[in-house]
């Protein structure tokens, strides 16, 4: 498949959907840093890419905490970031999305600019390397037009891991802070931070 070389508009996605199962309370509504993390991460977003949309299940509709947020539902609800993604492809097929979970909360500006800086239009995603383990970041990358075929396929097939990154044509960056990717998605993790 030809891959576009000529870079698209870059719109940000907040993954917020996510059940929470783990940490037993909605991470979304967390506040790291005297707001609910949505709020702030959406906020965050769009200074750095443009019009910031906010990936959400059903139930997060009616929150106070998401009110006034460009929301995009999930149409497939319990598949994870992909649902995320899939509506906000939906939404604009035609942009790319710089996308970032919630549960990120040390993440900064700056870092999100490190990724845009980097970006690769001529591949399907544009992602930070874990460095211990050498893979990609599923849930700090850009999602390129190019990868919405892949991931229908994967979404038919019930494959709904964003690890799907490693079988694409990728552009991996370094972070300048690993501490930054680190997600909060249990309760010791809030106490070892």
Request: charged content about 20%; glycine content about 6%.
């Amino acid at each position: 498949m030809a891959m576009n070389k000529n870079p698209v508009a870059v719109l940000s996605l907040v993954l917020a959907g996510g059940a929470s199962r783990r940490m037993g309370i909605d991470k979304a509504l967390i506040s790291y840093h005297g707001e609910p993390q949505v709020r702030r991460l959406a906020a965050m977003m769009e200074s750095v890419a443009g019009p910031a949309y906010v990936s959400v299940r059903r139930s997060q509709l009616v929150d106070p905490a998401f009110q006034g947020l460009h929301m995009l539902c999930d149409q497939i609800e319990d598949i994870g970031p992909m649902a995320g993604l899939l509506a906000a492809f939906a939404h604009a097929p035609g942009s790319a999305w710089l996308v970032a979970a919630v549960d990120l909360p040390w993440i900064s500006a700056a870092t999100l600019r490190r990724l845009l800086d980097a970006r690769d239009p001529g591949c399907f995603a544009t992602a930070y390397r874990i460095p211990q383990t050498n893979r990609p970041e599923p849930v700090c990358a850009i999602y390129e037009p190019a990868i919405l075929p892949v991931l229908e396929r994967a979404r038919d097939a019930g494959r709904y891991s964003l690890m799907l990154l490693r079988d694409v044509p990728l552009k991996l960056v370094d972070p300048a802070n690993e501490r930054e990717l680190r997600g909060v998605n249990e309760p010791g993790d809030l106490e070892e931070s």
